[in-house]
């Protein structure tokens, strides 16, 4: 789900004239542009964290951060789809 969020991100700074794939940028530019959204900002930072350690360390992503967030995960996914369509 975070590939999708991450793809996401990229076709809105795209949407704004900028480019950029590191994954840090992309979040705050999200959060600068839209800073009423910081919890989404920030759970798709910890989703970040978490991908990295999985790619780059083989650690495992706790099951209960899933289960904990993944209605909040979906919300942002809508989120960031409709700020595209505007």
Do not use: W
């Amino acid at each position: 789900m975070y590939k999708v969020i991450k793809e996401l991100l990229v076709a809105y700074l795209l949407q704004h004239g900028m480019r950029s794939q590191n994954h840090q940028c992309l979040i705050t530019f999200f959060y600068k542009k839209n800073p009423d959204y910081e919890t989404e900002a920030y759970l798709i930072s910890q989703m970040s964290y978490y991908r990295n350690r999985l790619t780059y360390y083989g650690e495992k992503i706790p099951r209960v951060f899933y289960d904990k967030n993944k209605n909040e995960i979906d919300k942002i996914i809508q989120l960031i789809g409709k700020l595209i369509e505007t």
